[in-house]
């Protein structure tokens, strides 16, 4: 069995103090059951003062069947006049060919100076789930409820990084992103407020890694337009759609698409 140790470190003064890395697209043919590939889960509040001015479908995951019901959306543009600002999501058009970035939905977290001085945005895809739960992978760190959690792939950067989001607010985290509702971190007091049945687990979310972008290389996505006029698109959504651990590899991103779709008309 695959066994990943995540360690859990203090807050920190700022989400931008890790290198990131490239993470080998080979990554998940490498793990073995005799491999051991180490985590850091970075359970920090995040200071972040630097800003750029359900469904219709059913699916099955692990034996359960779900329906998530359509979900309102708020448009905040396309392309060059796309707003951008941490709680946002960015989705992708069709013609996005990138790995990771193709068909998919970004949550923003993060908008700020990194470690090396430069303004950079990060985010985490939504609807990219991997074959394992927090159980299978925490070595124990992870207990309770949340052990049932499946694992996200937030993106292809972070030097093999993981972050937990949620929606439980005050009782785990007074850290929210934007105005999104939603908040990061607070593991230890998210597994009490479980236990003391104050929250529930499926209020929690795990990613492994990261996207990222530098001002540039954000502009340079914005400014690509086919055509007809696709390009990545700027929305607002609930936190339950950013939130829900039963989303298959660009559920969410289809379903944005397709009422970015009815918007326009």
């Given amino acids: 069995r695959i066994l990943l140790t995540i ?3 203090h807050a920190l003064n700022s989400p931008f103090t890790l290198t990131p890395r490239l993470l080998p697209a080979s990554w998940m043919h490498t793990m073995t059951k ?22 219709c479908n059913l ?19 396309k392309g060059p006049n796309a707003v951008i600002r941490e709680g946002c999501v960015l989705v992708a058009p069709r013609h996005e060919s990138t790995h990771y970035l193709m068909k998919s939905a970004i949550f923003i977290h993060a908008i ?17 789930p991997t074959a394992f739960t927090m159980g299978e992978m925490s ?7 949340l052990a049932g959690n499946i694992l996200f792939r937030g ?17 785990v ?7 999104s509702g939603v908040y990061e971190g607070g593991l230890e007091m998210a597994i009490a407020a479980i236990e003391e049945g104050i929250v529930e687990a499926d209020q929690f979310k795990f990613f492994f890694n990261r996207v990222e972008f530098t001002d540039g290389e954000l502009e340079s ?9 696709d390009a990545w698109t700027s929305v607002e959504v609930p936190p339950s759609l950013i939130l829900n651990g039963d989303l298959n590899k660009a559920e969410a991103w289809m379903s944005l698409r397709n009422q970015l779709k009815e918007i326009a008309r």
């Fill in 139 to 145: 070595a124990g760190s992870v207990v309770g409820s």
């Fill in 173 to 179: 985290s007074s850290k929210s992103i934007g105005t």
């Fill in 221 to 229: 996505l914005l400014n690509e337009m086919d055509s007809e006029g």
């Fill in 155 to 171: 993106g292809d950067m972070g030097g093999d990084k993981a972050m937990m989001l949620h929606s439980a607010g005050e009782p």
């Fill in 59 to 77: 699916h099955m995951r692990h034996g359960r069947q779900s329906e998530t019901p359509k979900i309102p959306i708020r448009f905040l543009g």
């Fill in 34 to 55: 005799h491999s051991l590939l180490q985590l850091l889960i970075f359970l920090f509040t995040p200071a972040s003062p630097f800003t750029i001015p359900k469904r």
């Fill in 7 to 9: 360690s859990f470190l």
């Fill in 112 to 128: 700020g100076i990194d470690e090396y001085g430069q303004h950079v945005t990060r985010g985490v895809i939504i609807d990219y």
